[in-house]
């Protein structure tokens, strides 16, 4: 941006330092206009990026706790031979709920979740993009959790696996509603993670900060816009099949059925390709976290910036190729199978080149080294551990020995918390100031970390030794002539310390409410746009946009034009900029809150629940949907007015 | 497992190779007596480890898990050391240090030579790995099976139905849950779903092979060592999935033939009141409406075959031992042995449960 007096529309003009200028009286005008609506009516229609982002990652964190706990019942179930604490049916509710839990209702949404938090205060936007739409995103997610649970307790818990496999959750050996409840909050779920995905690529695309064009956006947003179009092309994928599914249970189709034309196979397939990209929707914003927490602690730039965000891309299109080796195990042709071998053991080159980014960014660096950087150390172990097995998986000969055994439950543990749970603890402990003004303590974060990491080393190192002795996964029961009961009462006392750590955790959390350290804007000497503004950001986070210069905002010496003026404090106006380069392109007016994306959103819910006891549900309940949304869109006088009088002609 | 006790997952020495691959040919062209007891034979431990291999398919998997362990192992143990590094320098900051921008103004030419030697080196070592991979790939679908022994293995919840075809002169049978076959003799499994997706995995012997309803599929295997092999089915497929297990007992070709000559026979005609009273009884409930007793009236065809049930070393596809006391408790509630089974409980008076099991129990 050489000139960016002369590309600002009409109105607006940058200006050096405005801040000081942006008089108090503006100030509370910009907060009166953005803020949300009082009341229990108006926390309904609230659309403020920052209020609906805690919501979603409130509900994210009573799904990772819920699901933990349906663990902890797993693992002392299993804790000796010959067990009952409970049965078999219960024990396969019990890991089909955690794994629907964590893959479904945490693990992918808490990742947007978080997004839609910190991107639109990255970037330096007043708003995220959409905001009724994210909204209504929020509450379609909430609604889905709310199906899962309210129909498992009240004894329609799916039974089939997270995975779901016909034919044992087709029409003929899935008993009861339980796989068409799975099914319904797939599509609740998969309709929300959509929607985000379009929320957040609008905001990172189109609501940049002047200046920041792509080669300069932090590297948490790459990997965050990466992700996203791959949930774009996976997801659709998952919602073709599980409808296929509620078909084939509720109105007689036959996708899934051999004996009519159908394939079994086909279900494998579809919910793979959706399957396995899935694990990167978990991993690569973790690898964002990382590439955010690692420069400021190692108080220097991240080493490689250009190699990582490639890296990002090319493991985001390797990704897609990898689904099979899910189904090595099945009557797939060697030579296939042998393409998926390569693509699986390939896509380490990407993750490595950013792994060793890292370890040359912490190694020039000083490190300051606090509990985020902790958390992010102990991906550098766990992690690792859990790439190497992803590599022995991705082998045809070693896969035909470990799949389906605790090795795998091993590997994908290490994967998922070595490889997002830990960097998002992580993310916790370094963003819980900007969200809430006050600093977690530090003390209990070492113990909560230690705790965590010695827990989960030995409650899941031992499952893959297991594995290799032959214990199969998803077992509610073993016979104590097996061996195998030493390993899996020590990795029982492993989840229990693991429990100890969460629940130090939210001791924390509790704490800090009440005498927590203020944090103040910058409590950790960071580089990027978030830091700038007041902890907690203001509803419209920033009073004035700033103007951008370089990679890392906060650290290049300041230049001018340092921030955006002329944007409206008493109208929702943003700046929206080009895509490539941030450029400054228009000046549009966001919508108003409203109570309508909440109402469209319960109009839904009843729609898709109906769907699961009549076909005929599609037909009726799409008529509330109509209305409801009709009205969401429907515009009012006084906007328009508004609108019409802020707009200047060129 | 005695090799692996210092390194629980690395293979120390392959058991196979040092007893001789020049032994499996001569196994199978001369029939070697063997004078083992058949007590012996029920006390052998179960087995149910990749890293142990008893044929020449899972040990193909074992070397290739070795190879790829030690490279794993180097590669996770330098990212360690770069961090470790790091962490040991010292080199303290403060959130209020000042961040070092140098590498703005300059690039820095070490560290990008160091990432980009790492990141060529895990390209070299991974195109290693597919190299091995593939080529271990390839060494499993070698495997000689011109005089193979055919199988039919169904998968049924949850339960194992094995079909042996005619072999050189012996009938074809029908058994369940316990597979037996000859040492040094490939073996051909053709493998079918009833029901749902089963998985047949015997670790000693091979990796897995699924069992899809509507597509059929083959594992070829060959046991090198004799021994009694677990085979847990290893795809979930539903209640009882943890107890569907199979066993396999690899023994040498005189015993096997001995086997399945008894297996192809019919069940005897009971010699003692009692168990004759046992086998009215069966075909009079309705146990005979499901399973089959071949020289019996008794056809079903809806669960395991039972000619021979006392050869077998289980009950229940591996829920319960096989002896008259767990019989008796198996058929008198088998939900509370087996929650969850297909088996009803047949309402029997105490002397008819006793003469039925009096019966079973003879059907060696």
Same mark, same amino acid.
């Given at each position: 941006?050489?000139?960016?007096?002369?590309?600002?529309?009409?109105?607006?003009?940058?200006?050096?330092?405005?801040?000081s200028?942006?008089?108090?009286?503006?100030?509370?005008?910009?907060a009166?206009?953005?803020?949300?609506?009082?009341?229990?009516?108006?926390?309904?229609?609230?659309?403020?990026?920052?209020?609906?982002?805690?919501?979603?990652?409130?509900?994210?964190?009573?799904?990772?706790?819920? %699901?933990? +706990?349906?663990?902890?019942?797993?693992?002392?179930?299993?804790?000796?031979?010959?067990?009952?604490?409970?049965?078999?049916?219960?024990?396969?509710?019990?890991?089909?709920?955690?794994?629907?839990?964590?893959?479904f209702?945490f693990?992918?949404?808490?990742?947007?979740?978080?997004?839609?938090?910190?991107?639109?205060?990255?970037?330096?936007?007043r708003?995220?993009?959409?905001?009724? @739409?994210?909204?209504?995103?929020?509450?379609?997610?909430?609604?889905?959790?709310?199906?899962?649970?309210?129909?498992? $307790?009240l004894?329609?818990?799916p039974?089939?696996?997270?995975?779901?496999?016909?034919?044992? %959750?087709?029409?003929?050996?899935?008993?009861?509603?339980?796989?068409?409840?799975?099914a319904?909050?797939?599509?609740?779920?998969?309709?929300?993670a959509?929607?985000?995905?379009?929320?957040?690529?609008?905001?990172?695309?189109?609501?940049?900060?002047?200046?920041?064009?792509?080669?300069?956006?932090?590297?948490?947003?790459?990997?965050?816009?990466?992700?996203?179009? @791959?949930?774009?092309?996976? @997801?659709?994928?998952?919602?073709?099949?599980?409808?296929?599914?509620i078909?084939?249970?509720?109105?007689?189709?036959?996708?899934?059925?051999?004996?009519?034309?159908?394939?079994?196979?086909?279900?494998?397939?579809?919910?793979?390709?959706?399957?396995h990209?899935?694990?990167?929707?978990?991993?690569?914003?973790?690898?964002?976290?990382? #590439?955010?927490?690692?420069?400021?602690f190692?108080?220097?730039?991240?080493?490689?910036?250009?190699?990582?965000?490639?890296?990002?891309?090319?493991?985001?299109?390797?990704?897609?190729?990898?689904?099979?080796?899910?189904?090595?195990?099945?009557?797939?042709?060697?030579?296939?199978?042998?393409?998926?071998?390569?693509?699986?053991?390939?896509?380490?080159?990407?993750?490595?080149?950013?792994?060793?980014?890292?370890?040359?960014?912490?190694?020039?660096?000083?490190?300051?080294?606090?509990?985020?950087?902790?958390f992010?150390?102990?991906?550098?172990?766990?992690?690792?551990?859990?790439?190497?097995?992803?590599?022995m998986?991705?082998?045809?000969?070693?896969?035909?020995?470990?799949?389906?055994?605790?090795?795998?439950?091993?590997?994908?543990?290490?994967v +998922?918390?070595?490889?997002?749970v830990?960097?998002?603890?992580?993310?916790?402990?370094?963003?819980f100031?900007?969200?809430?003004?006050?600093?977690?303590?530090?003390?209990?974060?070492?113990?909560?970390?230690?705790?965590?990491?010695?827990?989960?080393?030995?409650?899941?190192?031992?499952?893959?030794?297991?594995?290799?002795?032959?214990?199969?996964?998803?077992?509610?029961?073993?016979?104590?002539?097996?061996?195998?009961?030493?390993?899996n009462?020590?990795?029982?006392i492993?989840?229990?310390?693991?429990?100890? #750590?969460?629940?130090?955790?939210?001791?924390?959390?509790?704490?800090?409410?009440w005498?927590?350290?203020?944090?103040?804007?910058?409590?950790?000497?960071?580089?990027?746009?978030?830091?700038?503004?007041?902890?907690?950001p203001?509803?419209?986070?920033?009073?004035?946009?700033?103007?951008?210069?370089?990679?890392?905002?906060?650290?290049?010496?300041?230049?001018?034009?340092?921030?955006?003026?002329?944007?409206?404090?008493?109208?929702?106006?943003?700046?929206?900029?080009?895509?490539?380069?941030?450029?400054?392109?228009?000046?549009?007016?966001?919508?108003?809150?409203?109570?309508?994306?909440?109402? #469209?959103?319960?109009?839904?819910?009843?729609?898709?629940?109906? #769907?699961?006891?009549?076909?005929?549900?599609?037909?009726?309940?799409?008529?509330?949907?109509?209305?409801? $949304?009709?009205?969401?869109?429907?515009?009012?006088?006084?906007?328009?007015?508004?609108?019409?009088?802020?707009?200047?002609?060129? | 497992?005695?090799?692996?006790?210092?390194?629980?997952?690395?293979?120390?020495?392959?058991?196979?190779?040092?007893?001789?691959?020049?032994?499996?040919?001569?196994?199978?062209?001369?029939?070697?007596?063997v004078?083992?007891?058949?007590?012996?034979?029920?006390?052998?431990?179960?087995?149910?480890?990749?890293?142990?291999?008893?044929? /020449?398919?899972? &040990?193909? /998997?074992?070397?290739?898990?070795?190879?790829?362990?030690?490279?794993?192992?180097?590669?996770?143990?330098?990212?360690?050391?770069?961090?470790?590094?790091?962490?040991?320098?010292?080199?303290?900051?403060e959130?209020? !240090?000042?961040?070092?921008?140098?590498?703005?103004?300059?690039?820095?030419?070490? !560290?990008?030579?160091?990432?980009?030697?790492?990141?060529?080196?895990?390209?070299v070592l991974?195109?290693?790995?597919?190299?091995?991979?593939?080529?271990?790939?390839?060494?499993?679908?070698?495997?000689?099976?011109?005089?193979?022994?055919? /199988?039919?293995?169904?998968?049924?919840?949850?339960?194992?139905?094995?079909?042996?075809?005619?072999?050189?002169?012996?009938?074809?049978?029908?058994?369940?849950? &316990?597979?037996h076959i000859?040492?040094?003799?490939?073996?051909?499994i053709?493998?079918?779903?009833?029901?749902?997706?089963?998985?047949?995995?015997?670790?000693?012997?091979?990796?897995?092979?699924?069992?899809?309803?509507? /597509?059929?599929?083959?594992?070829?295997?060959?046991? =090198?060592?004799?021994?009694?092999?677990?085979?847990p089915?290893? &795809?979930?497929?539903?209640?009882?999935?943890?107890?569907?297990?199979?066993?396999?007992?690899? &023994?040498s070709?005189?015993?096997?033939?001995?086997?399945?000559?008894?297996?192809?026979?019919?069940a005897?005609?009971?010699? =003692?009141?009692?168990?004759?009273?046992?086998?009215?009884?069966?075909?009079?409930s309705?146990?005979?409406?499901?399973?089959?007793?071949?020289g019996?009236?008794?056809?079903?065809?809806?669960?395991?075959?039972?000619?021979?049930?006392?050869?077998?070393?289980?009950?229940?596809?591996?829920?319960?031992?096989?002896?008259?006391? =767990?019989?008796?408790?198996?058929?008198?509630?088998?939900?509370?042995?087996?929650?969850? !089974?297909?088996?009803?409980?047949?309402?029997?008076?105490?002397? =008819?449960?006793?003469?039925?099991?009096?019966?079973?129990?003879?059907?060696?």
């Open positions: 941006m050489n000139e960016p007096d002369a590309a600002l529309p009409s109105g607006a003009s940058a200006r050096a330092n405005v801040e200028e942006t008089s108090d009286a503006d100030r509370r005008s910009l009166l206009t953005w803020a949300d609506p009082p009341g229990w009516l108006g926390a309904l229609a609230a659309i403020n990026h920052k209020t609906i982002a805690r919501r979603f990652i409130a509900t994210t964190f009573a799904s990772f706790l819920i %699901a933990g +706990l349906l663990a902890l019942v797993m693992r002392l179930q299993l804790a000796r031979p010959n067990n009952h604490v409970v049965g078999p049916d219960t024990y396969d509710a019990l890991f089909t709920l955690h794994g629907t839990t964590m893959m209702l693990a992918v949404p808490v990742m947007q979740a978080v997004a839609g938090y910190l991107i639109p205060l990255m970037v330096g936007a708003s995220i993009a959409f905001p009724r @739409m994210n909204a209504y995103a929020y509450w379609m997610f909430l609604f889905g959790c709310l199906t899962l649970y309210g129909a498992a $307790l004894g329609a818990a039974q089939a696996g997270w995975f779901s496999y016909v034919p044992l %959750a087709g029409p003929n050996y899935g008993l009861g509603k339980g796989p068409d409840i799975w319904q909050m797939i599509t609740f779920t998969e309709l929300s959509l929607l985000e995905a379009i929320v957040l690529i609008t905001t990172i695309l189109k609501m940049r900060a002047p200046g920041m064009s792509l080669n300069r956006m932090p590297l948490f947003a790459w990997a965050t816009l990466v992700t996203q179009f @791959m949930v774009i092309f996976a @997801m659709p994928s998952i919602m073709l099949a599980s409808t296929a599914l078909l084939d249970r509720l109105v007689g189709t036959q996708f899934y059925n051999p004996s009519l034309g159908g394939d079994v196979l086909l279900w494998q397939h579809l919910f793979w390709f959706f399957g990209p899935e694990v990167y929707l978990i991993f690569i914003p973790a690898l964002g976290f990382i #590439s955010s927490i690692l420069p400021t190692a108080r220097r730039p991240i080493f490689g910036y250009t190699a990582i965000v490639l890296a990002l891309i090319a493991t985001a299109f390797l990704a897609f190729g990898l689904w099979v080796h899910h189904m090595f195990a099945t009557s797939i042709p060697t030579l296939g199978k042998s393409f998926f071998t390569a693509a699986s053991v390939m896509i380490a080159v990407p993750s490595g080149i950013q792994i060793f980014c890292w370890v040359a960014t912490l190694v020039t660096g000083r490190l300051n080294l606090k509990t985020p950087l902790l992010v150390l102990a991906f550098f172990f766990i992690l690792v551990i859990g790439g190497m097995t992803g590599i998986l991705g082998a045809v000969p070693l896969d035909l020995q470990l799949h389906d055994t605790y090795f795998v439950v091993a590997h994908l543990h290490y +998922l918390l070595g490889g997002a830990f960097p998002l603890f992580g993310a916790f402990y370094y963003w100031p900007k969200v809430t003004g006050r600093l977690l303590d530090e003390r209990l974060g070492r113990w909560q970390f230690w705790l965590f990491f010695i827990g989960f080393n030995v409650a899941f190192f031992p499952m893959h030794w297991l594995g290799l002795h032959g214990m199969p996964r998803r077992i509610w029961t073993y016979s104590s002539g097996m061996g195998w009961s030493g390993l009462l020590l990795s029982s492993g989840a229990a310390t693991i429990t100890l #750590s969460i629940l130090l955790f939210l001791v924390n959390i509790v704490r800090t409410h005498r927590g350290e203020a944090a103040g804007c910058d409590p950790w000497g960071g580089a990027t746009l978030e830091w700038r503004t007041a902890s907690p203001p509803p419209h986070n920033f009073d004035a946009i700033p103007v951008v210069h370089g990679r890392d905002p906060l650290w290049d010496a300041p230049r001018n034009p340092a921030y955006v003026s002329g944007l409206a404090a008493d109208a929702r106006e943003v700046l929206v900029t080009t895509a490539l380069d941030a450029e400054p392109d228009m000046r549009p007016l966001f919508p108003q809150p409203s109570i309508w994306p909440f109402v #469209s959103a319960v109009a839904t819910t009843v729609l898709f629940i109906g #769907s699961v006891f009549t076909p005929w549900a599609m037909v009726w309940g799409s008529v509330p949907v109509a209305v409801t $949304l009709t009205a969401w869109f429907w515009p009012t006088r006084r906007q328009t007015a508004q609108a019409l009088a802020l707009e200047r002609k060129p | 497992m005695k090799t692996s006790r210092a390194f629980p997952l690395l293979v120390l020495r392959t058991p196979l190779r040092r007893a001789g691959m020049a032994r499996y040919g001569r196994a199978f062209a001369s029939v070697v007596p004078v083992a007891a058949s007590a012996a034979r029920a006390t052998a431990p179960l087995e149910h480890s990749a890293l142990a291999p008893a044929g /020449i398919q899972a &040990e193909h /998997i074992a070397r290739l898990w070795n190879l790829t362990l030690v490279v794993c192992g180097v590669v996770f143990a330098g990212v360690l050391v770069g961090v470790l590094f790091a962490l040991l320098r010292r080199r303290r900051a959130h209020t !240090t000042p961040p070092n921008l140098t590498s703005y103004a300059a690039p820095e030419r070490r !560290t990008q030579r160091a990432v980009a030697g790492a990141s060529a080196l895990s390209v991974l195109v290693g790995l597919i190299v091995a991979d593939v080529s271990t790939d390839r060494a499993l679908s070698k495997l000689p099976v011109s005089n193979a022994l055919h /199988i039919d293995l169904t998968g049924w919840q949850w339960w194992w139905q094995a079909h042996y075809a005619a072999d050189a002169g012996r009938p074809a049978f029908v058994t369940a849950n &316990e597979l000859p040492v040094g003799r490939p073996v051909v053709a493998l079918g779903a009833g029901d749902v997706i089963h998985s047949f995995w015997v670790p000693n012997l091979h990796g897995k092979k699924d069992l899809l309803p509507g /597509i059929a599929s083959t594992i070829e295997f060959r046991a =090198d060592r004799e021994g009694v092999y677990d085979g089915c290893a &795809e979930f497929c539903g209640t009882e999935h943890a107890l569907m297990a199979l066993r396999i007992v690899a &023994e070709p005189a015993r096997y033939a001995a086997w399945a000559a008894t297996q192809s026979a019919s005897a005609v009971p010699t =003692d009141a009692l168990a004759a009273r046992g086998m009215q009884v069966f075909e009079r309705p146990c005979a409406s499901c399973h089959s007793v071949r019996t009236s008794a056809q079903g065809l809806l669960a395991p075959d039972l000619t021979h049930l006392m050869s077998r070393q289980t009950l229940a596809a591996g829920a319960l031992p096989n002896d008259a006391a =767990d019989l008796a408790r198996w058929i008198s509630d088998p939900n509370a042995v087996k929650p969850g !089974t297909t088996m009803p409980a047949v309402h029997l008076s105490s002397p =008819d449960l006793q003469a039925l099991v009096a019966w079973l129990t003879t059907l060696k």
